[in-house]
């Protein structure tokens, strides 16, 4: 997808030049000179990014937006996972890459809060996914995962226990009921009568 946006712009000249008059004249070695495709990284990020601002917001010159800020994190993230794909050992531009991402969620999450209409309109023209933050995150490893193993198997443990010690009481309470009220000769029958003669 990235590709294809550069492959565009290759052929369109530099903002500085389009302006001109005669440029439609001059030479095709000269134009392609001057066309983006002789241009550096820098100057055609900051082409991506004036097209991108001009795709999201209504004022593209107002860069302090939180938007606008968004745009500039997302045109500098695709930057990052570009040289990621050439460069896969690159450890510093990975660590840089996961820091624009976390920043970038900050500030579509505060976007989101204040305002909805523009957050959804930013996630669609820039083609974002946004996903709900997990509501309580903590790195599982391998010390964590057995004492939390650890904690459930002593409660588990304990509520046997618990369910032992009831049972022996309930057992304990049928007996003292069933010595302290033997059957009175009202309540019994005809048979307990003859025994007790």
């Known amino acids: 997808m990235l590709r294809v946006a550069w492959r565009t712009l290759s052929s369109t000249l530099l903002k500085d030049y389009q302006n001109i008059p005669g440029i ?12 983006l495709e002789m241009a550096n990284q820098k100057e055609k ?3 991506k990014q004036e097209q991108l601002m001009n795709k999201v917001m209504a004022n593209p010159e107002d860069t302090s937006a939180l938007e606008a800020r968004i745009v500039a ?3 500098k993230i695709r930057n990052y996972e570009e ?5 896969r050992k690159d450890k510093t531009h990975k660590r840089y890459l996961l820091m624009s991402i976390d920043k970038r969620k900050k500030m579509l999450k505060n976007l989101r809060k204040t305002n909805y209409n523009v957050f959804e309109k930013t996630c669609k023209e820039l083609g974002i996914e946004y996903t709900f933050p997990p509501l309580y995150c ?8 057995t004492k939390k193993a650890l904690c459930i198997q002593v409660f588990q443990e304990a509520q046997k226990l618990k369910k032992q010690k009831r049972a022996l009481k309930a057992a304990a309470a049928a007996k003292k009921q069933g010595q302290t009220n ?6 019994a ?3 307990a009568i003859k025994e007790n003669q």
């Open 24 to 35: 439609e004249k001059v030479d095709d070695v000269v134009k392609r000179l001057l066309s």
């Open 45 to 47: 990020l900051k082409v």
């Open 73 to 75: 994190l997302t045109v």
């Open 83 to 87: 040289h990621m794909q050439k460069h």
């Open 138 to 145: 903590r790195k599982a490893h391998r010390r964590w995962v």
């Open 182 to 187: 033997p059957q009175s000769p009202s309540k």
């Open 189 to 191: 029958g005809p048979e």
